[in-house]
């Protein structure tokens, strides 16, 4: 079954973009579509033909073009002009508010013929031609909804309005109404392209072309055409175009846009660099690592606009109401017309149109419009998550942005997390040694447990190989095999036919016998606040190595903002609880939980839950999967560059930035806010009209501007949270004194 993405165009609300993908589901050859309202694309599985999905798109009034695979650029999101002019544009790009402009035109002339001459027929029949050319695309887009979907649209139900109203006579009011309709519609949509833009403007901060080095002479190519591998060339004050690992120069390089880090970050040979950021200072050699489609800034621009098409769980229970809403409204007008008609003798049609139970009628199925409440999640969850991404956040979907603003505990890896995760060794001991400072026999150690740590990736093992390396005694031994990882406990693997073990303290009192004397100096290292290894050489204890790992400024500063919110602070580690309660008091987290295998934290988070708390788990997004995949909200830590990472959690901190996580929390709740403002704005005010409806004191022409003004109400209340601005925590504040808006 083949998979194919495509570009719609004239997508102005979420509920358009649920009735256009409830169609093409029924289409033949479809076994599964999906349409994403926030980059207004089509995902399509199955066999169905572009032209059989192409009539069917444009069946709902909407357009389809084919997605164009050149890495990078999405032709589904791009920058829309602003202003009038921009919007007049906007209009003239659609067959259906072209035709409710010639609609508009036409009723201005009825009225100036109805001023100039005294005869009724010709202006009445001026409107009556300008109600069939604006009613023509909304009625058709009407009927293939109730056809197709089984369902009535708002598009049928202003279709029946203006039809409706001129049936009783009243021309101009029908054709005004449905032109007023097409062009509020079409203004939705075009702010809501405005919000979309935020996304769009991430795609300029790619180049798209490259100064290749090759055969000794630099070439300008396209960005597309890179391979892994090549090199490149960028000047001071040139955007870098792909991701790579500099080889030849040094400069300042801002990676706000990637990261959010205000100050730009030197870079020299070996460190990475990401496509996006502006070289400041100096030229730079860079060796490309990732493609153009892969790297990461393509990585960020695909996940915000798949997370902007992932529904929150309001947005859910708003399309259920929506659901039965409509039909709801259409029996009340119903009601409206039927019941004071057949039941108290109340005119259906009166000499004043309105106060006719018809007109009444007619209005409300104008009223019941349900645009703005349906357009109130979606657009604030496109502003915020995009707001968050410009300042180097990732949230993966509208439900994690609601989650997080409901956050009540927050339990942290240490290593890495709360730490700055690069530990270094402090110590090294030998059984064997007599002098008790560094000799001969430590070094053994030293480079005996190198040997196996040489093959972890783990911050503690490589701290471990740096240290040998910078003694020079890293080849010592060759390099282990069959090494093991003993998850949460230490590593093993065979150095000339012996199992060297090298691991916690715990482990080496339940399986391996070892002198009081060096269990002492262990347990006093750890009282100081550092990680032991010890080591079995495969005959003996040897003795033992202690590391530490420097806490972050940063995570004193952010937990004591947390802890003054009122939050619940929870530290999960592997590490022993000596160790582990030396760094929590540093901290300054409410709780300490020590000795903890990767199990043990997914437990601890479940405990939390089960509590009654919403809990967010902040890791490293790889070691600490498991607990990021069971708390309400993953949250790892450094995703720029990494992919693991970014696929991992729910909420990527791109900048391995702690002080992210206070921004993250308080966006959130701004967001849940004006979710909720707009919920309460939209329903109170269809309630408001539906009722003076009733009573006869409301109008068509009253109705059409409250609906399509609550639209434009809601959609730039959402937009609000795209100007969202928090003080961030400095680095170097005292926490007792961490505030946060």
């Not at 860079?286 to 915000?304: G, H, Q």
């Not at 068509?700 to 609906?707: L, S």
């Amino acid at each position: 079954m083949s998979q194919k993405t495509y570009n719609i165009g004239n997508l102005d609300c979420a509920n358009c973009a649920k009735e256009l993908e409830t169609g093409i589901n029924k289409l033949d050859g479809v076994q599964s579509a999906s349409v994403n309202f926030a980059n207004m694309t089509l995902i399509v599985n199955g066999e169905a033909t572009f032209d059989s999905l192409k009539q069917r798109t444009e069946q709902f009034g909407h357009n389809l073009s084919e997605q164009q695979s050149t890495g990078q650029k999405k032709p589904g999101i791009k920058q829309s002009r602003g202003g009038i002019i921009g919007f007049w544009h906007y209009l003239m790009g659609r067959e259906d508010t072209r035709l409710a402009v010639i609609g508009a035109a036409l009723v201005i002339i009825g009225l100036i013929v109805s001023v100039a001459i005294s005869a009724e027929t010709i202006p009445a029949a001026i409107y009556t031609v300008a109600l069939i050319i604006a009613v023509y695309p909304v009625g058709k887009k009407g009927l293939n909804a109730l056809r197709i979907n089984h369902r009535f649209t708002i598009d049928l139900l202003m279709s029946i309005a203006g039809i409706g109203a001129l049936i009783i006579g009243e021309y101009l009011e029908a054709a005004t109404v449905v032109f007023l309709y097409s062009i509020g519609e079409a203004l939705e949509g075009y702010v809501t392209n405005r919000a979309r833009d935020s996304i769009g403007a991430l795609l300029e901060l790619q180049p798209d072309n490259a100064l290749l080095l090759k055969d000794g002479r630099e070439m300008q190519v396209a960005v597309e055409s890179l391979a892994i591998g090549d090199n490149i060339l960028v000047k001071p004050g040139e955007r870098i175009p792909m991701d790579g690992k500099v080889i030849k120069g040094h400069s300042g390089v801002n990676q706000a846009a990637i990261t959010g880090e205000s100050m730009p970050v030197s870079k020299a040979e070996g460190d990475e660099v990401f496509a996006g950021s502006i070289n400041e200072n100096g030229s730079l050699t860079i060796e490309v690592t990732a493609l153009a489609e892969n790297n990461t800034l393509s990585r960020i621009i695909k996940m915000v606009a798949d997370a902007q098409g992932r529904h929150a769980p309001s947005q859910r229970m708003i399309d259920q109401f929506a659901q039965y809403y409509t039909p709801a409204v259409i029996v009340f007008a119903a009601l409206i017309a039927i019941v004071p008609t057949l039941f108290f003798g109340q005119p259906l049609i009166a000499a004043e149109a309105s106060q006719g139970w018809l007109y009444r009628a007619l209005t409300i199925l104008v009223i019941a419009c349900p645009c703005a409440l349906v357009i109130s999640t979606p657009v604030t969850v496109i502003s915020a998550i995009t707001r968050a991404a410009r300042s180097g956040v990732l949230i993966k979907g509208g439900a994690y942005l609601e989650a997080s603003g409901t956050i009540e505990a927050v339990a942290f890896d240490k290593t890495g997390t709360l730490t700055e995760g690069r530990p270094v060794v402090m110590e090294t001991r030998s059984v064997d040694c007599k002098t008790g400072e560094i000799c001969a026999l430590c070094d053994d150690v030293l480079a005996l447990a190198a040997a196996v740590e040489s093959r972890s990736t783990h911050p503690l093992a490589q701290a471990v190989v740096n240290e040998a390396e910078s003694r020079n005694i890293l080849n010592r031994y060759a390099h282990a095999d069959d090494v093991e990882n003993m998850s949460g406990r230490g590593v093993k693997g065979m150095i000339d036919g012996q199992q060297v073990v090298v691991g916690s303290h715990a482990l080496f009192d339940s399986e391996f016998e070892h002198q009081g004397d060096l269990c002492n100096m262990v347990k006093d290292a750890e009282k100081r606040g550092q990680t032991t290894m010890m080591l079995h050489d495969g005959e003996r204890v040897r003795g033992y190595i202690a590391v530490a790992d420097k806490v972050r400024v940063s995570s004193q500063n952010v937990v004591a903002a947390l802890n003054e919110r009122g939050l619940e602070t929870v530290m999960l580690t592997g590490d022993n609880p000596t160790v582990a309660e030396a760094v929590g008091d540093k901290v300054g987290v409410s709780d300490v939980r020590a000795s903890l295998l990767p199990d043990d934290k997914v437990s601890a988070v479940e405990t939390l839950m089960q509590s009654g708390k919403q809990v967010a788990m902040v890791g490293d997004g790889v070691n600490d999967t498991p607990a990021l995949a069971a708390a309400t909200v993953g949250i790892a830590m450094g995703g720029a560059g990494t992919a693991q990472a970014m696929e991992t959690a729910d909420i990527v901190l791109m900048a391995d930035d702690l002080r992210q996580l206070p921004f993250v929390f308080n966006l959130s709740r701004h967001a849940r806010n004006l979710i909720l403002q707009n919920i309460v704005l939209a329903i109170g005010m269809k309630l408001i009209f539906l009722l003076l409806a009733a009573s006869g004191g409301v109008t068509m022409w009253m109705a059409i501007f409250a609906d399509v003004g609550m639209s434009l109400v809601v959609t730039l209340n959402g937009m609000r949270a795209l100007r969202y601005q928090e003080k961030q925590i400095s680095e170097s504040a005292k926490p007792q004194l961490a505030t946060a808006k």
